[in-house]
């Protein structure tokens, strides 16, 4: 494997020397090139220092996604500082416990999204609700607001830290220092901070390009998933090793997408989860729109449903992935010459430099090539801990290895299959039951457009499934239908004794929360209990 001793800072201003006048981050109504967003990110780093803002020291990023998100992301990297993302869906409760578990020193936010999230009452109301011990200020982008840094004061304090000295003082930064911290999505309990080192994300970057997307200057890489995920970082790195673009949007829209791609020829599209693929497909503009400059498409969905995405663009190779957050988001990509079989039911092997593991989580035995079990990852891309989590780290690591939590076999050929979380396991009358099975099965239906199965209580068999649905728009499904669809294609225990119709999901970032369809499925229940229908 070749390696960089880079920084992320430095691995960006490298990029900016060699690809200058090229594009990097294209919004639809803004477009940065590499010297610009140089330029730009060098500035918000002198406003930084001006704050007070140095080596270690962590900064909250609470945006939706804009240029100014990066350009924040970027500066913070070349002071060697800590950049916080958090969850734009976050609440005012969840967003008090990450300043103040993260040791948050100062917090960016904008007003460009009022209408949807109104960032300023949130953050006002986190700080009321538990005032965080380190946190200093507050800045934020766009009109001016009592309580908050405005950005014209912010900006002006980049004139008074001179450039170079700035610049000179990033040449100190370790490649094994945080320079991001994501919080991964909980479950019932608070996030898990994870502090993701230098020498991970370019890596990372540089691997993604080099050995499984092989960009050049040319290409535009459609990534439009929250820039607080890594399904978006990722991507920005891989495009940073070629000299390529990121096309990028704040809200996710369907039709604004498919226009985009069309107008900046995209060669890559990103969208990866099911739930927006899905929404492009179904809408009335997608067989009218030229997509077919797009070469290759990258979804993580199951097998039935990424056969469904493939066929929708035929012109593209569908590929996979397989990561985690606490493994710099991605460690192995399907190669785009696997066989069309392979890149539907594998992920791939893991990208070079990572090793992985499947093995019994009961006994630790390692697993034979097809048996399912628990993957263990190591290597440069993992994580060292989780942020003041003592205990947390002592479950998650075992001789080196890191213990994910995910179902998961490999081929002979060292390809990783997931099937889930090992959570996300029912146990319906002493068998195990992945839900990912049956959630493949379901989307098969013509009628159906996302499912989701969760486990919920029984008293005779202990765990059944309960399906929830949503259906496309002009079919209109009943639970009988559905029920009946799985009759003779599945075991009978396996099929949902429950099913919810939806036309919204709760999501975190950007994957549907089932811990909140158990809490809607307890409400209901709890609720015929007590004989209250309404």
Known sequence: METQNLTLGQYFLNAADQFGDEDVLIFPNHRHTYESLRIAAISRGCSFSASGVGPGDHVGLLMANCPEFIECLLGLQLLGAVAVPMNARYKAQELAYVLDNADIKWVVTHDLVSEYANFGDLLLEAVTTKAPERLEGLVMLGNPREGFVGQSEFEALAESVPQAEMLAAHSEISVMSPAIMMYTSGTTAHPKGCPLHHEMLVQNGINMNRSRYFLSKADRFWAPLPMFHMASILPLMCCIDAGAAMLSMTHVDSGLSLEMMERERATVAFPSFPTVTAALIAHPDFGTRDLSSIRRLNNVAPPDVLRQFQEAFPQAVQTGAYGLTEAGGVIAFNHPDESLETRLTTCGQPMPGLEAKVVNPETGAGCAPGEKGEILLRGYAIFKGYYKSPDKNAEAFEEGWFKTGDLCAMTSNGEIEFHGRIKDMLKVGGENVAAIEIESLLSQH???????????????????????????????????????????????????????????WPMSATKIQKFVLRQWFESEDQSLASGNTG
């Open 446 to 504: 013509p009628g159906v457009k996302m499912a989701q199965i969760i486990g919920v209580p029984d008293a005779r068999l202990q765990e059944v499934a309960c399906a929830y649905i949503e259906c496309h728009v002009g079919h209109d499904l009943t639970a009988v239908e559905l029920i009946e669809f799985c009759q003779g294609k599945i075991a009978s225990f396996k099929i949902p004794r429950h099913v919810r119709f939806v036309t919204d």
